[in-house]
Each structure stands twice: as C-alpha cells, then as structure tokens.
C-alpha cells in the first residue's frame, strides 16, 4: 500500500492549551522532552500514556503549538471509537511532527492497524516526529498486526503522572491565576471537596464561577460559593417538579 501525498483535512489550534498553560505537577521532566521534540530537536518518536484527565491531548496540542512558533508544521488528531477512513494518513509525511490522541481506538480495525503501520514507516523513513498517546503502556495496547506494536515500542515512551490533591488545588490555583480569577487555598480545596475531581470538569467549573463572579461582582469566596451551590440545588430541584 502506497501512501498518496494528498494533504489531509487540517484542524483548529486550541489557543488555550500550551505548554505555558499546563500545570507540570510532577512530569517537568516529560515536558521537556515533548517540548524538544516539538522543537525539532529531540526524540523523533514519542509515546505518551497515562489515565483520562491527565492531560495528554493538551500536551499535544501544545506540542502543535510549539512546532509552528519553531517554524515547523504540525498535525493532530484525537482518535475515538467513530474512526474515520484510514485515508486519514495520505499526505501526512509531508509534515514536520504528527500528533495522534488516543492510539488505542485503531486495535482491531485491520484497515486502519495496516494503513497506520505504512505510514510510520514512511514517516519514520523520511525522519519527521511522531507523538502518539494512549491510556495504556505501548506493551499493553490490543493492537493485532505484530509489526506495528514492535515499532509502537520504539522510541520513547512515556507515562503522565496525576496530580495528588495537593497537586490538583496547586493547579486549580495556577488556572484561576491564568483566567484573572484570585483564589485562596481554602477556596481550592473547597471545590476539589465539592466538584468533580478530574481536572477536565475543574476547568469547566472554574469558567462557570468565572461567569458567576463577573456577573454578580464578588471574589470567590466560599460563602459566594456555597450560595452558587445552594443555587443550583434549589434549579434542579425545580426542573424535578417540572
């Protein structure tokens, strides 16, 4: 199988995942090496895993990012279960680094597991980056044809560490302070307490209290936010009755 020099479809940087927008917690070291690769010069061949809501996507998106302030052009595509044509892949050797979210949804689909092995192989041929992600080491992921999971264990693989709820309340405080909002250690620990716990939904929340403390004029204070709580409670109430 040959693959084409047809230009895939191209996608939407998000502006606010960059590597200056990610809390490190304890992967500096990982940063450093996705930031080098990005870069241009560091390892060719990245594989990075860890658990949802660590922040894999945002890493490469940031990796992206990276790669164009460095000049260079950039590719990604988060993968789900809804796998598109493998034609995908056509012309993508024509890019300096590619990202791809979430590997582990072509095991199984041959079409796909076949089209992906040539071109890691054309890509590796002509010595341009390759970022991978998954929620499982490279040993691990279901992937049938034997010659691409040898070459998913080449290069450099990596694992995202969770933040600790220490690390998370550092982090919901490192966010605010990027959105203009101030808030205390109290007041993290509160809605770590009190909200959903992955930091996904924290961010979300966190531009919904945003919203709240715009439109009210008060700093988020707990008392500010136990009444946003009681708030909610009492809508949702009233959306039952309905």
């Not at 199988?1 to 990610?22: A, C, V, W, Y």
């Not at 990982?30 to 949802?52: D, F, M, P, V």
């Not at 990202?99 to 010595?127: P, V």
């Amino acid at each position: 199988m040959t693959i084409s020099k047809q230009l895939p479809l191209h996608f939407e940087f998000r502006g606010n995942q960059t590597f200056e927008d990610f809390f490190p917690g304890n992967n500096p070291e990982i940063i450093n090496h996705l930031k080098k690769c990005a870069e241009g010069t560091g390892e060719r061949q990245i594989y990075l895993w860890g658990l949802s809501g660590t922040g894999k996507s945002h890493l490469l998106q940031a990796c992206c990012q990276q790669a164009q302030n460095s000049q260079l052009d950039s590719f990604y595509f988060s993968l789900s279960a809804n796998l598109p044509n493998p034609s995908l892949l056509n012309g993508l050797d024509a890019f300096d680094i590619v990202c791809f979210d979430n590997i582990e949804h072509i095991a199984g689909n041959s079409l796909w597991e076949f089209a992906f092995f040539n071109f890691f192989n054309l890509q590796r041929d002509q010595g341009q980056a390759l970022i991978l992600t998954a929620s499982c080491p490279p040993n691990k992921i279901a992937i049938e044809l034997p010659d691409l999971k040898t070459r998913l264990n080449w290069g450099l693989t990596l694992k995202l560490q969770s933040l600790s709820d220490t690390d998370k309340i550092t982090a919901l405080i490192f966010k605010a302070d990027q959105m203009g909002i101030e808030i205390s250690d109290q007041v993290g620990r509160f809605l770590l307490t009190h909200y959903d716990r992955d930091l996904p939904s924290l961010w979300m929340m966190l531009t919904k209290l945003d919203q709240e403390s715009l439109a009210a004029k008060r700093k988020l204070t707990i008392p500010f936010l136990k009444q946003i709580m009681s708030a909610e409670s009492s809508q949702d109430s009233q959306l039952l009755k309905s």
